[in-house]
């Protein structure tokens, strides 16, 4: 670790501290860096910059790694569980048996919501996607739950993040329900956060609902996969939101309404919407040209990411669930060909090798939640879902940093300069 960074700016040499953390990337710390050279940085998309530190998940996109409070995503995605990961996530610990059940057990206690939101879905058109009405219903729980919006008492952050673990799931199948015109389920405290969830998604009054324990599990190993990504845009927006004092409900709202991006969650949806437009191996050519065509803004859907100029551990294990789902239901799908073949062709095409582009957590779940029976649409709610823990973690990491302050960016200025108005008659 060096010391200080030197930056000579016009007659003015400036020494800024070098911060480092425990692994990765050192920092340096630039906050003195206006008041005393009257320049800005300039980093759009915020590609070198640190907005935070954070203790919760640590990726190296060289190396392909992804770490939730040190364990490896690959270890955590065998032999952990949602619940368990989100323990871990909120808490900073792997949780004994007895902290795992009182977990378990309080997140599955505020699973149901307030009667009235129910009323709150009928506004909505049937065809609306699932994930506008996401926003709406988590943007609105603050009118519901207004003893739990004080972000300033600790006893009002867990409740509020409890809930909106435990309403997630609820509220996610209680949006299906709603466009498919079926009776939305209560949630059944007997199953797990995920076989709940499957029963109120695909369950109907009119007969028992039978939980696939394959399906629960890959499932949940798929919500961990999603549960945290370090400072994504998502992310970032819940804390940029969070950072004004808003109630977590909004900030969560705003991290859902920046997850449904096409660049970012909602990338699996529009990956799945791809392999069907490509629609058969020899189709790929063509489409591998597209992205790579300068003057086609298609992208491969899936592929990219900011961080990760190696693989993404995430999408290792996503195709490796990809063949236990299809083995146990017993289906194929000529889609996963077309995805294994077309990342066959890109890892071996010198751009894709070149600009580092590999598979993203993206690529391969929205064939196996096709296979599961959810409809396109819901995969960027079910990204959302998982994505919550992390999100609330992150918020509470935040408000208790004695660093952190409301988050407002400064801007180059390239406008007109002052000029006078002019009235309309003499323009
Ligand atoms: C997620 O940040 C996170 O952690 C996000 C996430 C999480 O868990 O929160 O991991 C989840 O959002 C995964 C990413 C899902 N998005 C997609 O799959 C959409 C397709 N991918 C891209 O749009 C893109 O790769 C991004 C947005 C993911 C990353 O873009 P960057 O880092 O800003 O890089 P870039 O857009 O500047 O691209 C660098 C070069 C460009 O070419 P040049 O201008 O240098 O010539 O690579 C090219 C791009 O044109 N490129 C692609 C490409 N992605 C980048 N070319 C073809 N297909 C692609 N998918």
């Not at 939980?211 to 940029?240: C, G, M, W, Y």
């Not at 808003?246 to 799945?272: Q, R, V």
């Not at 993203?360 to 919550?388: E, H």
Request: charged share 20%; hydrophobic share 40%.
């Amino acid at each position: 670790m060096t010391d200080a960074a030197k930056l000579s700016l016009g007659s003015k040499q400036l020494d800024y501290p070098v911060m480092s953390g425990t692994i990765g990337p050192d920092v340096i710390d630039i906050r003195k860096l206006y008041a005393q050279t009257d320049a800005f940085t300039y980093d759009p998309g915020f590609t070198s910059t640190a907005s935070c530190q954070s203790t919760l998940t640590y990726i190296d996109g060289d190396q392909g790694v992804l770490l939730h409070r040190g364990y490896p995503i690959g270890e955590l995605a065998e032999q952990s569980s949602f619940m368990e990961v989100s323990y871990l996530l909120l808490n900073g610990e792997l949780p004994s048996k007895q902290e795992l059940e009182n977990f378990s057990t309080t997140i599955t206690r505020h699973t149901m919501v307030h009667e009235q939101l129910a009323t709150f879905f009928r506004g909505f058109r049937r065809d609306a996607h699932p994930m506008a009405i996401l926003c709406g219903v988590v943007g609105a729980l603050s009118a519901f739950y207004h003893d739990s919006t004080d972000i300033h008492d600790p006893a009002q952050r867990v409740i509020a993040s409890h809930r909106l673990i435990a309403k997630m799931p609820t509220i996610a199948a209680m949006a299906y329900k709603y466009s498919v015109g079926q009776p939305f389920l209560y949630p059944d405290n007997s199953l797990s956060y995920t076989g709940n969830f499957l029963r109120m998604t695909f369950g109907v009054p009119a007969e028992p609902y039978i939980v696939n324990p394959v399906i629960e599990k890959a499932l949940d190993r798929i919500f961990i996969l999603h549960a945290d990504h370090e400072q994504n845009a998502s992310t970032s927006t819940v804390r940029l939101a969070g950072s004004s004092g808003a109630n977590p409900f909004a900030c969560i709202a705003a991290g859902i309404a920046c997850l449904w991006g096409p660049a970012h969650g909602g990338a699996n949806e529009a990956a799945l919407n791809m392999l069907r437009e490509i629609g058969t191996p020899d189709r790929i050519p063509e489409y591998i040209a597209r992205a790579k065509d300068k003057n086609d803004p298609f992208r491969l859907m899936g592929f990219g990411h900011r961080v990760y100029k190696n693989y993404d551990p995430r999408a290792t294990v996503m195709q490796k669930t990809v063949r236990e789902v299809f083995a146990e239901l017993k289906v194929t799908d000529p889609l996963f060909d077309v995805a294994l073949q077309l990342e066959e062709i890109a890892l071996n095409d010198p751009y894709f090798v070149e600009k580092k582009l590999f598979p993203n957590v993206d690529f391969y779940s929205g064939v196996i939640l096709s296979a599961i029976g959810f409809p396109t649409s819901m995969f960027t709610v079910l990204f959302a879902l998982a994505r919550t823990v992390g999100w609330v973690a992150q918020w509470n990491e935040m408000i208790t940093d004695p660093d952190q302050k409301i988050g407002r960016p400064r801007q180059l200025y390239t406008g007109p300069t002052q000029r006078s108005y002019v009235p309309v008659t003499e323009r």
